[in-house]
């Protein structure tokens, strides 16, 4: 580790932290339906949307009707997308003639972009056409980071008053999500991703004849656009197979600091737009002090892993000065590896710019433990907030009773119903990531596909259900994920993980939306503040990442100290 | 008398018995129903024991199975007994707070004797009645009960007056008076009738009387959870289920790894990782608060009501009685301009001699109090006694004459028409602070003033301020007038008051105060009091009060003692946090646990996972047995700290969550590390590992 | 339902037509003209050839060239589909090694490398695979490595070989943004330009 390094670090944090308040008062301000700037400019055509759909904005909606329209468009989006991967051949922009994708992949594929995880199991140069990435896979990257965000809005609008029955209305929250905020910040990115090299073009693949004189055929495409939006509703499917590591999808440092800003900069700013909807703003920034140091020491023990290198390799002769460089790039360098790595976990993203399966043991021990804590940290657009309130109303109910009242959080009691909703959506990451490794180890059929051996072969079966479950999407990708097994089982748990664990939620949102809003005072367990961000950090390590930790024993925590032994493989 | 502590040299039915924490009777009886309690089907109500159980069964069944064929049984044998140790544990703590109970109802029970009651064969005719058994006699009915009687029931009396014995409910033995009509004309089945007669109209059927349900509440029988109590069930009920997952979930990446783990390691894991430490001991916390409640002599009607006096944020507390001492005393002597402090007093005080209300009283205790002063009254004196006509009283010997009473009559008794302007502003000073001031003359001369005040309760502002940083607001609640009640509302330290309250008004401030977002405590006795009562989340009535008094309110307070509700408050909070402390413990606790399995667990696996053994234990059997046992020692560790319960401080929320975290929630992660380390020890020391 | 169906169905056709037609051509339009060369892939030619894109590495194996980084990159055998073969540099299947750091394929495989790369210390870039196996950069100490052999190879000083190497090495941005890296591509072009 390096003060260099620990700068470029400093730097891209130092921009999250400086965006997030007006970022998260603007949200706030453009989910609140209020005047801004763009709205002059794009009201028409927000307007014109709800005349042709037959949307009345200010019509507010029950949990039951906002979580319903939720999965309604969801799921007709869902079908579309598998259509549209299925008849891909038939479909305009395909210069490289692409066939249509297998039933389980399109399943596994359209399933990975509606549920926000973007876990590629095809590679897109080699498998998808222009058309399928820009209106299959660009319109979901919009649309399921708008559902979050929409979602999160109706959380914290529960928390807001005493006695709504209403959360605001989704048709609404999704339109003016994505016309002010995704759409425009989505431009913006792309002009200067296409100004630092990032293609945007729809002419086919290039032949080209190296100095040797080889033959080497180029993968261009419409990336940018679709690059934008892929950081920053934390959606992380790549146009091409190394994603972010490619040099098309982040060329230079300045873009890949660009993405790392994207990636992390609406979850972050979702916090300020939660204080402001709850009408507390330290309520928020609690909650982003406890995903600022969490992921501040993600990324620190990531980047001590990465830095020292490879000791079996160092043992062979090998410099370890640049760090483990295996499935890095060099422009990027450990640091700002090291960073993306945990900020793609951090986040629900799964973008990548450096192999996670080439990892050093707790390198890779990081990322995984990041998903499986709940993608909360900071966490997805929208699924981040909503995520970390669930585990807020958890430890508020564990150590609320300790100062000898009935548990409340922002003036809503924490009863039976919110502690059952809660437990269930718990329930399911569990459920989901641990029996579904599980299951998969010990089938033939799932273990056919690891590409590493001993513990490390473990772990990639692990990340793969982590990463689906948690919505991520980046991958110990030596495993061969496209097999039907893999194609229906991790997209189930893509399922379970993002909307069985929404509704749940959302459900909370309505039960306390409709509670009174009691008034706080000197009895009241404070959540803001040191002592209630040291509490959520120790419910969030314990509560949500111990039960990982017996299967993280015989993954990477066995490889590091059969690594520290020298024993491979 | 202190308003702070409970009433001493008092004994009460309840509280009489001090029951040792681990009484003998009780512990031999709790052995047995702990074992009648391991009954699967009373145990589901308890999902994480519930799970232990089933564990433990399987567990002894492979050692079993082992036993029959011959393969090494002494391991799983070892871990299912500890198991099953486990549950008994837990079925134990239950079964010993309830036992502690049941004693308490031994008290009360004897009180229930069946006894005849004289029905009237019709209302309003004393003279025939029948002999029915108190058993079944129905609502409704009309009996007599004479001097000497038992109340055969809980009723209301329509007709006579008399003095009621109520110490088997209250163990206070001097008799009340009940009459018709107006506030006490509630009468309790068991007490007894020492004077009189009374008509009564019976209010409960058998089975239903207060004392039957007293009895009930007191044994736990129906004891049912409280909504914290569900919440908390789920949480612990969604930990179990999260680490079954990853137990079972464990069993083929083990495999995979090419390690087998048993039957018997498996269940070490999961039992040790659930949360069975406040899953034994919840139900155990819930009886002992109640019991906390009832040796305290209130009554709650459910524990629910126990759980809303924690969450109260305001208390609305009568003036009189509660924080006064409802008399009028003297609080000052304002000497009138040239008169020495000193010769006032002496002055008043042989001018009280002749009165003999409270306030002439107080007179005279606080210039002995204040100056050391006893009246001597000078030879021949002769007492001009106090009379509501006259308004003053006083003293003459021979020429000197001493006079004390309203301002306005002293003073037209010396005939000064205008008293020295300091006099006068003091007296006008005295009456705007809500005092009553009289007039002092000697000789013909004015001396000064005496300032005559309701006394706030020595203490009380200290414990408001107490309530005050638990962020609990108190709110007087007088018939005075504003001012008074205001000077009042000072110098106690109240945060609010209502003055000149009506039982309306008192209703109209409970909601809107509970439209602010509050809950709110009161007590009452009267009928009137009952729509407050019902409508405050919690409302406690006086034992001397009303029936409706009593049904409305969801706690009964047996020394009619409105102080009480301070008291009452802490004992909620202090049943939530006693919960809130052992879950933290609990959860917190399973770090360490892992630090001692996983690495024996996988040592097969992964030689080099010892690293993680960071407490050096001895091997991995002893390992596992050792957190085996730790898991269920601490049970039975913590039970008199779940009957006790934690140790309450009044201060704010923020520090209060400072000081539990600190002891139950790194003293969790902490103490098994040392516990286990004990364990392991002492086993390699007796050579069991 | 029927309430709910018009505007989900609405919504994603208006979103369609939107994000994923109208916007992306637009911008596709609009940066051919403003950004004609980025957009289209940064393509370099040399004499009115193709020879490559500025930001995709190439593969050299010729002594005369500096070597890029060894690419992970395997495609379908032609011959035998269930099986693969190495494909170094394929720029239309990125993808990394993704052997973890115990795999005894990867110390094997560094082993072997570092054999024909001569003595240790070896610069950790030029025996590990990138992550899209496409890095069209190289350490500076990797290059300097490599100075002796392509001098060699072109009977050119290596003075001056040095000397185009320090104009081909690009710093970190401002100084500490990325880490400095020289662009085989570039250095390799240049290179044939003396």
Redesign the interface.
Known sequence: MTPIGWAQIALVLALVALTAWPLGRYIASVLAGAPTPLGRLLGPAERGCYRLAGIDPGRGMSWKAYAFALLMINAAHFLLLYAMLRLQFYLPLNPQGMAGLSPPLAFNTAMSFVTNTNWQAYAGEGALSYGSQMWGLTVHNFLSAATGIAAAAAVARGFAGGGLKQLGNFWADLTRITLYVLLPASLVLAVFYIARGIPMTLSAYVDATTLEGAKQTIALGPVAFQEAIKLLGTNGGGFFNANSAHPFENPDAWTNIVELWSIVAIPFALTVTFGRIVGDARQGWALFAVMGILILAAIGVVYWAEAGGNPLLTALGVDPALGNMEGKEVRFGIPMSALFVALTTGTSCGAVNAMHDSLMPIGGLVPMFLIQLGEILPGGVGSGLYGIVVYALIAVFVAGLMVGRTPEYLGKKIQAKEVKLAMLAVLILTFSILGGAGLSVALPVATASLANAGPHGLSEMLYAWTSATGNNGSAFAGITADTPYLDIGLGIAMLLGRFAFLVPVLAIAGSLGGKVKLAGGAGTFPTHGPLFIGLLIGVILIMGGLQFFPALSLGPIAEQVTLLACKTY | MDATTPRAGRTTALRADQISLFDRRIALRAIGDAIVKLNPARLMRNPVIFVTEIVSALVSFVALRNLATGQAFAFPLTIAAWLWLTVLFATFAEAVAEGRGRARAESLRRARTDTLAKRLVRAGDRSSYQPVAATALGVGDIVLVEAGDLVPSDGEVIEGVASVNESAITGESAPVIRESGGDRSAVTGGTTVVSDWLVVRITAASGSTFIDRMIRLVEGAERRKT??E???D??L???T???L?????????????GSVLGVPVLAA?LVT?IPTTIGGLLSAIGIAGMDRLVRFNVLATSGRAV?AA??V?TLLLDKTGTITFGNRMAAAFVPAPGIDERELTEAAVLASLGDETPEGRSILSFARDRFGIVAEPPAGAAVVAFSATTRLSGLDAGERSWRKGAVDAVLATIRLAAPPVGFSQSVDRMARAGSTPLAVAAGGRLMGAIELKDIVKPGIRDRFAAL??????TVMVTGDNRITAAAIATEAGVDDFIAEATPQDKLDYIRKTQA????VAMCGDGTNDAPALAQADVGVAMQTGTQAAREAGNMVDLDSDPTKLIEIVEI???L??T???L??FS??N??SK?FAI?PAI?IA??P??G??NVMHLATPQSAILSAVIFNALIIVALVPLALRGVK?VPV???A???R??LI??LGGIIAPFIGIKLIDLLLTLLGLT | MISTLRPAITLIVLFTLLTGIAIPLALTGAAGVVFPSQAGGSLVERDGKLVGSALIGQNFTSDKYFWSRPSAITDPDPNDSTKQVAAPYDATNSNGSNLGPTQKALVDRVTADIAKLGPAPVPADAVTTSASGLDPDISPANAARQVARVARARGMPEDKLRALLAVHTEAPALGFIGEAHVNVLALNLALDAQ
């Open positions: 909504p914290n569900i919440a908390l789920i949480l009920a969604g930990l289920i999260i680490f997952i990853a137990v079972v979930a464990l069993e083929p990446m083990a495999a995979y790894s894991l990782l759980e924690g969450d944020d005050r940083r638990m962020g609990i607001r602010e977002g509050r809950l909620g909070k202090q939530l946090i919960r809130g402390s879950t933290t959860i917190a399973d770090v892992y996983l996988f696996a992964y080099e996972l690293a993680m309450f704010g929320a923020a209060l969550l400072r539990n975290l139950y929630g």
